[in-house]
């Protein structure tokens, strides 16, 4: 008989599953592949204070960045499934098995799907002093100086990197990449003028659209968000279909117990919806909640792996 790695995973996790009841006994640490600053990390930190106060032990947010989110969510998918450690990740998950092939985990086999805490649209935003005010002044720039014209990514392989490339692609245009190892990292080159332009979730750019430092060019969502209600979708700019959102989900080493899963999704759910929460997510970050269940995530995760998935091969994009 073959042993496998889950069947060891759940021979690992029979004493967490007679502990189930009293889980948490200790620290819970939540892992956010990506750099601090960026939109994942801030909704980890979001829900930290009401999920102590909830499960009544700390929460450690750990940031572990590097390779597209890979780094973190090896370091979840290898942990040992007592519950204590757990991952909060963003779209780039979603890409990883076509964007790196040798990956040393299984996204479905090796992680459990908890929550899908929601997500955001992706915005193009430049300095207010920068000259393009609509996606066309960026087409016809990139025409004329091809290569010259630079964007800023959270990422390669993140969903707004491939959103890029579809965009090139159909505008018959290219463009320098500039990937940064997290989305706070981009904004500080973007809002000091060290690139021309950024694209990154709503989530992200929103605070600094409100405050003056970026302004936003387009958005890829399928409908105006109602804090850009003055900003086109890439739909109505001439790119019907060139969709983009990025989004959160909660996962947990594979075999965590079926009690301790619960009693996490139900305490991020309760802290997500506590007012100043949601209206964080809602208005300043302008973020849709789903708040779904593992289910939900598993579901949603099997088509934007096949989407996105899509684009990497056909565009032979590489890892950092």
Same mark, same amino acid.
């Given at each position: 008989?073959?042993?496998?790695? *889950?069947?060891?995973?759940?021979?690992?996790?029979?004493?967490?599953?007679?502990?189930?009841? =009293?889980?948490?006994?200790?620290?819970?640490?939540?892992?956010?592949?990506?750099?601090?600053?960026?939109?994942?990390?801030?909704?980890?930190?979001?829900?930290?204070?009401?999920?102590?106060?909830?499960?009544?032990?700390?929460?450690?947010?750990?940031? *572990? /960045?590097?390779?597209?989110?890979?780094?973190?969510?090896?370091?979840?998918?290898?942990? #040992?499934? =007592?519950?204590?450690?757990?991952?909060?990740?963003? =779209? /780039?998950?979603?890409?990883?098995?076509?964007?790196?092939?040798?990956?040393?985990?299984?996204?479905?086999?090796?992680?459990?799907?908890?929550?899908?805490?929601?997500?955001?649209?992706?915005?193009?935003?430049?300095?207010?002093?920068?000259?393009?005010?609509?996606?066309?002044?960026?087409?016809?720039?990139?025409?004329?100086?091809?290569?010259?014209?630079?964007?800023?990514?959270?990422?390669?392989?993140?969903?707004?990197?491939?959103?890029?490339?579809?965009? @090139?692609?159909?505008?018959?245009? &290219?463009?320098?990449?500039?990937?940064? &190892?997290?989305?706070?990292?981009?904004?500080? =080159?973007?809002?000091?003028?060290?690139? %021309?332009?950024?694209?990154?979730?709503?989530?992200?750019?929103?605070?600094?659209?409100?405050?003056?430092?970026?302004?936003?060019?387009?958005?890829?969502?399928?409908? *105006?968000?109602?804090?850009?209600?003055?900003?086109?979708?890439?739909?109505? /700019?001439?790119?019907?279909?060139?969709?983009?959102?990025?989004?959160?989900?909660?996962?947990?080493?594979?075999?965590?117990?079926?009690?301790?899963?619960? &009693?996490?999704?139900?305490?991020?759910? %309760?802290?997500?919806?506590?007012?100043?929460?949601?209206?964080?997510?809602?208005?300043? @970050?302008?973020? &849709?909640?789903?708040?779904?269940?593992?289910?939900?995530? #598993?579901?949603?995760?099997?088509?934007?792996?096949?989407?996105?998935?899509?684009?990497?091969?056909?565009?032979?994009? @590489?890892?950092?």
């Amino acid at each position: 008989m073959r042993f496998t790695r *889950r069947a060891a995973l759940a021979a690992l996790a029979l004493p967490a599953v007679a502990r189930a009841q =009293d889980w948490p006994s200790g620290p819970v640490r939540i892992i956010v592949p990506f750099a601090p600053g960026g939109s994942t990390d801030a909704v980890a930190r979001l829900a930290s204070p009401g999920l102590q106060q909830r499960l009544g032990v700390p929460i450690v947010i750990e940031n *572990r /960045s590097g390779a597209a989110g890979s780094l973190g969510t090896a370091a979840v998918a290898q942990a #040992r499934p =007592d519950g204590n450690t757990w991952l909060l990740t963003f =779209d /780039s998950h979603a890409t990883l098995p076509a964007l790196l092939p040798n990956l040393p985990f299984n996204l479905t086999r090796d992680l459990d799907p908890v929550l899908l805490i929601g997500g955001a649209p992706y915005v193009i935003a430049t300095r207010p002093d920068k000259p393009y005010r609509t996606l066309a002044d960026v087409v016809a720039a990139a025409r004329a100086r091809p290569e010259a014209i630079n964007f800023g990514s959270t990422g390669n392989g993140t969903v707004g990197h491939l959103a890029m490339i579809l965009l @090139q692609a159909r505008s018959n245009t &290219r463009m320098a990449h500039l990937p940064y &190892r997290g989305g706070g990292l981009a904004v500080n =080159d973007t809002v000091a003028g060290h690139v %021309e332009m950024m694209i990154g979730s709503a989530a992200l750019v929103a605070p600094h659209i409100a405050g003056g430092t970026l302004r936003p060019i387009v958005q890829f969502g399928p409908e *105006r968000l109602p804090a850009l209600r003055e900003v086109p979708t890439a739909a109505e /700019s001439g790119f019907p279909g060139l969709e983009a959102e990025a989004w959160w989900g909660v996962f947990a080493p594979a075999g965590t117990p079926a009690a301790a899963q619960a &009693r996490m999704r139900a305490a991020l759910a %309760e802290s997500f919806r506590e007012e100043r929460a949601t209206r964080t997510m809602t208005e300043a @970050q302008q973020a &849709r909640l789903v708040l779904g269940d593992g289910g939900a995530l #598993r579901g949603f995760l099997e088509r934007e792996i096949a989407k996105w998935g899509a684009v990497v091969r056909e565009h032979r994009v @590489q890892a950092d």
